[in-house]
């Protein structure tokens, strides 16, 4: 393991955070906010960090350099937590937070597009400080890795492991030969649905600046707000229709969009994981109806149509935006939310949770025992759609799924342990393992995360970054013979 060369590459991620910092600067001199020169500061010392972290640790053997498959895990694992850190500088500086603890909190919520916050008055808040707070998501989104792919190779360093490492999804999909053309071509995909996004939302009455916030956040499915009471703000059936369909988008794999984008829109119906999302998704919108509709909680069918179909879409996809407060629905739409928290987006989304891919494998792997009971002579193959899934897929498959439910039982204990009640202590680390953001309990959509201790955050931070980089990435560095020659 190269620790300097490790250093010298998370040197370039930290660099390129200070530079995303002068845009939300840019927003503070126009609004003329208290958060501009705290956004300075904290653009100067974490471009000069990571200045310093580029240039120290530089080495002549790295030129042509390439990374290894251990050091690409280590890059992504460790860049993501360094990126929480300075990420929270301007929180620090602007005094939005008190301490340390919940600046990190509030700054790797963003970065892993989680939307957990502990901001209990979001609106008092400078906008140039939310608008970096909303920013933090769309960069987290595709990735600060995936990003980082399209300049690594003018360095002289090779990034497929990165890649590997960083994109979520059972099977990481490389759309073209060369992995830097693969980043640019999904950035790109990625910043086209943003331009429609908050275009559209101008259309529907928002400001400049709310727009791009609400549209970060969406693309992102991450969920930070500019207001206390989230989208519920605006009261419009046309934004929460247009949020509502690019959280879709934004949970459906991104491979898919390019391909569509390309001239071949069949290749959504023809893909089995897009089908069963869609399905889950008109699925559960229709249970959810029924039942709001049967319990008196909307006067008419539009209405239950508009808020059930926006919170099945924020929650499924893990973007976690409220229209509604779903805690006052009855317990069966409680408890399909909770298992759209499980499920997640498509595998190659920015969307969390367990991803619905991993969820259709595993029900034909059980189904597949099944079959072999009856029938043991039978030779049969798991397949996705025509094409049979390699055994090592689905070994890998299992295995997070595994690590998954151990890893979120084990936190949220630990959340437990420190004085929270178990629905709210296990909701939490749903919430945070699956980058979703609200819960149930006291970390309900009308609720936030400021109650916790200190502790209780810290292993909630923890959670994010282990559903944001699908468990392996941060796993292996506790493993001993990842550290052996």
Not at 340 to 360: E, P, Y
Request: a neutral charge; proline letters at 4%; glycine letters at 10%.
């Amino acid at each position: 393991m190269r620790w300097q060369f490790v250093l010298h590459i998370i040197g370039v991620l930290v660099a390129c955070i200070g530079l995303t910092m002068l845009w939300p600067l840019a927003w503070g001199v126009y609004y003329g906010d208290a958060g501009t020169l705290p956004m300075l500061w904290a653009a100067l010392v974490t471009v000069c960090a990571g200045a310093l972290m580029f240039f120290g640790f530089r080495s002549s053997d790295d030129r042509r350099a390439v990374i290894s498959h251990r050091e690409g895990m280590a890059i992504v694992a460790l860049g993501w937590f360094v990126a929480g850190v300075f990420g929270g500088l301007p929180f620090l500086f602007s005094g939005t937070f008190p301490g340390l603890v919940d600046c990190v909190f509030e700054s790797l919520s963003g970065f892993t597009t989680t939307g957990a916050s502990v901001l209990s008055d979001i609106e008092a808040v400078p906008r140039s400080i939310l608008f970096w707070r909303s920013l933090t998501h769309w960069l987290g989104g595709m990735g600060i890795i995936v990003l980082s792919l399209a300049i690594l190779p003018f360095l002289g360093v090779g990034g497929m492991q990165l890649y590997k490492a960083e994109v979520p999804g059972p099977v990481p999909d490389k759309l073209k030969p060369r992995i830097k053309d693969t980043a640019m071509v999904l950035w790109k995909v990625y910043l086209l649905f943003s331009v429609m996004e908050t275009v559209l939302l101008l259309f529907g009455g928002m400001d400049l600046f709310d727009a791009l916030c609400h549209t970060f956040g969406t693309m992102a499915t991450g969920g930070f707000s500019t207001k206390n009471t989230s989208v519920a703000y605006f009261d419009s059936a046309y934004i929460d229709y247009v949020i509502t369909i690019f959280m879709l988008i934004a949970g459906v794999n991104f491979s898919l969009h390019y391909m569509c984008i390309k001239g071949n829109p069949k290749v959504l119906l023809k893909d089995p994981e897009f089908r069963a999302f869609a399905g889950l998704f008109a699925g559960f919108v229709l249970v959810l109806t029924i039942y709001v509709l049967l319990n008196s909680n909307y006067d008419n069918p539009a209405d239950a149509v508009r808020y059930t179909s926006f919170q099945v879409a924020s929650i499924l996809t893990t973007t976690g935006y409220a229209t509604a407060d779903y805690e006052l629905w009855p317990g069966v739409c409680q408890a399909v939310l909770l298992f759209c928290m499980f499920v997640g987006g498509c595998a190659g989304s920015t969307g969390g949770g367990m991803k619905v891919m991993r969820i259709m494998l595993i029900m034909k792997q059980s189904y597949q025992e099944l079959f072999r009971l009856i029938h043991p002579r039978a030779i049969s193959h798991v397949k996705m759609g025509k094409r049979p899934v390699p055994e090592d897929v689905i070994s890998g498959v299992w295995g997070f799924f595994v690590l998954w439910l151990a890893l979120f039982v084990f936190c949220a204990f630990i959340v437990a342990a420190t004085g929270s009640d178990v629905v709210s202590s296990f909701a939490a680390a749903l919430a945070c393992i699956g980058n979703i953001g609200p819960g149930i309990g006291t970390v309900g959509p009308t609720e936030n995360y400021a109650h916790f201790n200190d502790v209780a955050k810290w292993m909630l931070t923890f959670c994010m970054v282990l559903g944001r980089l699908e468990i392996y990435t941060v796993v292996i560095l506790f493993v001993p013979e990842f550290w052996r020659k």
